[in-house]
């Protein structure tokens, strides 16, 4: 099955600066890659997709990138601010195949004020 | 629009009981939902598949005799965890789907706590 890695585990950033966040991808087949945002006791919320047939992806102060050569994606958030901490969760799905996602581990980011 | 609500927000409840989570789209149709549970400072884990009008899919590992899921209609699935004990303490988080689309919404999880 599919096997998403995420990495970092923790991101600490200065207000203003931007974070990066990278996931892994095993299956070729994946074809849907959403980000999440789960903020403490509450459920995730999906903040920006991006599908196979799409390199990049910009919404405002958060952007996307999809290698599928290299099976990689990222999540680049500009001009962070004390409100973007949270835990970001990547996901992959195969549409294919139910449409479940498997999600990455997870990145506790902190942006210091 | 695509909101999806979780009933009750948080239980408590004895060894031994059994706990029904609720799961609604308010204002979309789902075909599909889902059900994940999250151990804290965990990512989501994916236990079934919840199909309107058919069996669920469990996934590896998931007692589907323990964790019962009912999707009666287009827009609400249930997720019973019958005979709960300790370890079954977690977040609960279902997802909706909206039909012909990719995108899953999630809802606001439960916490079940068993003593």
């Not at chain 1, 966040?21 to 789960?38: E, G, H, L, M, R």
């Not at chain 2, 979309?28 to 994916?46: D, V």
């Amino acid at each position: 099955g599919e096997n998403v890695e995420q990495h970092p585990s923790t991101l600490s950033v200065q207000e203003g600066d931007s974070a990066v966040i990278k996931c892994t991808y095993s299956d070729s087949a994946s074809n849907y890659f959403p980000w999440y945002k789960q903020e403490l006791g509450k459920g995730p919320q999906l903040i920006i997709d991006i599908r196979s047939n799409v390199g990049e992806k910009k919404d405002q102060r958060i952007a996307v990138t999809l290698n599928k050569t290299a099976k990689h994606f990222s999540l680049h958030i500009t001009e962070t601010q004390p409100e973007d901490s949270a835990v970001y969760f990547c996901a992959a799905m195969i549409k294919a195949a139910g449409n479940k996602l498997t999600f990455g581990g997870g990145t506790r980011v902190l942006v210091k004020p | 629009g695509a909101v999806v609500s979780q009933h009750p927000s948080w239980v408590i409840c004895k060894s031994g009981t059994s706990v029904k989570i609720e799961c609604r789209s308010l204002d979309f149709q789902a075909t599909t939902m889902f059900w994940y549970r999250q151990f804290p400072k965990q990512s989501l884990m994916l236990m079934a598949t919840s199909n309107e009008g058919s069996k669920a899919t469990y996934e590896q590992g998931v007692e589907k005799d323990k964790f019962l899921i009912n999707h009666a209609s287009l827009t609400l699935s249930t997720l019973t965890v019958t005979s709960a004990h300790p370890e079954d303490s977690s977040f609960y988080i279902c997802s909706a789907r909206q039909n012909r689309l990719n995108e899953q919404f999630f809802g606001p999880g439960t916490r079940l706590t068993v003593l």
